[in-house]
């Protein structure tokens, strides 16, 4: 029991968790899906999303772009789906003369511009990754024919084309904004505006299902579920490939890492956008979440950190569980973006994706095994015949120092028919540790900074197994993915 510390008053919370041992956990592996399974899992869940007006820097000055997009390829045995947009793409203006992707100027490089310009070879950009694009264009200010040229040149180049969106958060436009004509920016005007934004840009097109719509901030009067119902209304479902929300559970200037990462907190969090993931199933649209990181503006202290990485773990099973197709974690201003997975190091964040990759890696269906209530996460991953392949433990307790606590974990019901089950452990000196700070690793691993190369020896553990059953023991701010 030492050390142990769930929720609840420790013993009597602990008598309650299904399958409770004395001295830890135990979880049964169902031999196939359970009813609470997700629906069919993409192949690639996890998803970036690129700050617009940085889009093309990521790329063309920053050599881990496509390094670590590669690592997420290998682990997840698809490529990344990339999604490109934020707050600069409702500033930006289509040029078709100008020659160089963007063009705009700052004061400071830490800056994002007021103001942008970017050209056909932004495009190019685009369709030189290998995954499905997303791209967003501008609705704010209310250039209808400039977006529809631009929809046009990024249709004509980008073979993966996966949705245009019109607008980003559009929650937070006001009556100032060109869009609004000098008229409050209500829910309803919204939706108006994006129906009929979407049949414009389809006739233009002479393309049908084209558009991401929502691209909401949060939750609100702004939502999937009253766009929806919209869309039905002026039958504009047609121009609907994917609704989209976007998700940050913290603001930079309130954050706070041991609840960012609690699984509690997460399954809480996530649950909240139910309805909208429902709302986009029952029209038979996919659900994304767009554009999603741990703290608005940028990220916070907390952003950069291990405890963060893990966040992103949980957070994906979470949200794949619910039925979010795939998520786009938000990478802003190269440089001062604390959230960003790779700058010039590879950062503690995408450890967790990394891991999250590995996890989901060839899986049809997910399905958590603990029953949400305490700070332990347990998932099963099956395969397309409805095997059971993998299993993900978390212990989302909270390590900053001191003595660090474990709990000891059984599994039964491993399908194996050897004597042992190898397993990799996601760990770091703590939830705090940041990449040049202290140890974090993959398997025993580091992603290298200048290649995003894993270097050291791969540690892959072994745990023996008995009649199907094995214990494994994982830290407090410690995640291992076992494979059965
Ligand atoms: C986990 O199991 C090991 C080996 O049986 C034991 O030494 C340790 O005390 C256990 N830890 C906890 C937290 O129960
Ligand atoms: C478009 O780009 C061309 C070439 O750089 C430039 O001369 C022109 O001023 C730009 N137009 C606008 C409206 O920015
Ligand atoms: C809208 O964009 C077009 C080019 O696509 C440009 O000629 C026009 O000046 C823009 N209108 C406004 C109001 O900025
Ligand atoms: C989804 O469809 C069901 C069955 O038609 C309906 O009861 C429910 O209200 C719908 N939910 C949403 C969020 O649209
Ligand atoms: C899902 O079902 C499994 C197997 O019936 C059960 O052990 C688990 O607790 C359930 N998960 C949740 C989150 O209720
Ligand atoms: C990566 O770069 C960071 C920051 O410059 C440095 O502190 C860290 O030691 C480097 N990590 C590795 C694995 O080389």
């Not at 949400?372 to 095997?387: M, Q």
């Not at 993900?392 to 399908?415: D, W």
Request: hydrophobic share 40%; charged share 15%.
């Amino acid at each position: 029991m030492a050390g142990l510390r769930l929720n609840a008053p420790s013993v009597p919370a602990l008598l309650l968790v299904a399958g409770s041992v004395v001295n830890g956990l135990s979880f049964e592996i169902p031999s196939s899906a359970p009813a609470n399974s997700s629906g069919q899992l993409d192949a690639a869940p996890v998803g970036i999303s690129f700050e617009f007006f940085a889009f093309p820097e990521y790329f063309q000055q920053l050599p881990l772009t496509n390094s670590c997009l590669g690592q997420l390829h290998e682990a997840m045995g698809a490529y990344s789906p990339i999604r490109i947009g934020g707050t600069t793409q409702d500033r930006a203006t289509y040029n078709a003369s100008l020659s160089s992707a963007v063009s705009y100027s700052v004061d400071s490089p830490d800056d994002a511009p007021e103001t942008l310009t970017f050209g056909d070879s932004f495009m190019d950009i685009a369709a030189a990754y290998e995954g499905t694009v997303t791209v967003g264009l501008n609705r704010r200010l209310d250039n209808l024919s400039n977006t529809i040229a631009a929809a046009k040149i990024a249709k004509s180049k980008i073979a993966n084309l996966y949705a245009i969106e019109l607008g980003n958060e559009p929650n937070f436009f006001t009556s100032s904004d060109p869009i609004a004509d000098g008229e409050t920016w209500t829910a309803a005007a919204d939706a108006a505006s994006q129906v009929s934004w979407q049949a414009s840009v389809s006739d233009a097109l002479d393309e049908k299902s084209f558009a991401q719509a929502g691209v909401f901030f949060g939750l609100g009067s702004f939502s999937v579920t009253n766009l929806a119902e919209k869309e039905e209304d002026t039958d504009s479902t047609q121009y609907v490939r994917s609704f989209c929300h976007h998700y940050y559970p913290q603001s930079a200037s309130t954050a706070d890492l041991d609840e960012l990462m609690s699984h509690t907190e997460i399954v809480d969090g996530v649950t909240e956008f139910q309805a909208q993931v429902v709302a986009a199933q029952n029209l038979s649209k996919d659900f994304v979440f767009g554009e999603t990181n741990s703290a608005t503006g940028g990220g916070g202290g907390i952003s950069p950190t291990f405890g963060a990485g893990l966040w992103i773990l949980d957070y994906v099973m979470q949200a794949t569980i619910l039925g979010v197709k795939q998520l786009f974690f938000h990478q802003g201003t190269i440089g001062n973006c604390p959230y960003c997975w790779w700058d010039e190091s590879v950062n503690a964040p995408f450890y967790g994706a990394y891991t999250a990759a590995l996890a989901l890696s060839g899986a049809s269906k997910i399905a958590e095994l603990d029953t949400a209530d305490t700070r332990f996460a347990a998932y099963v991953f099956y395969d397309s015949s409805d095997e059971p392949i993998r299993v993900l433990l978390y212990n989302s307790e909270y390590y900053a120092s001191g003595t660090r606590s474990s709990v000891n974990v059984t599994l039964s019901g491993i399908p194996s028919t050897s004597t042992s089950v190898s397993a990799v452990r996601l760990t770091g000196d703590a939830a705090t540790t940041i990449v040049g700070e202290g140890a974090i690793t993959v398997a025993g691993q580091t992603f290298a900074n200048g290649t995003c190369e894993l270097q050291g020896t791969k540690n892959m553990e072994t745990t023996d197994e008995t009649a199907g059953e094995a214990t494994f023991t994982v830290q407090a701010s410690e995640a291992l993915l076992i494979y059965l």
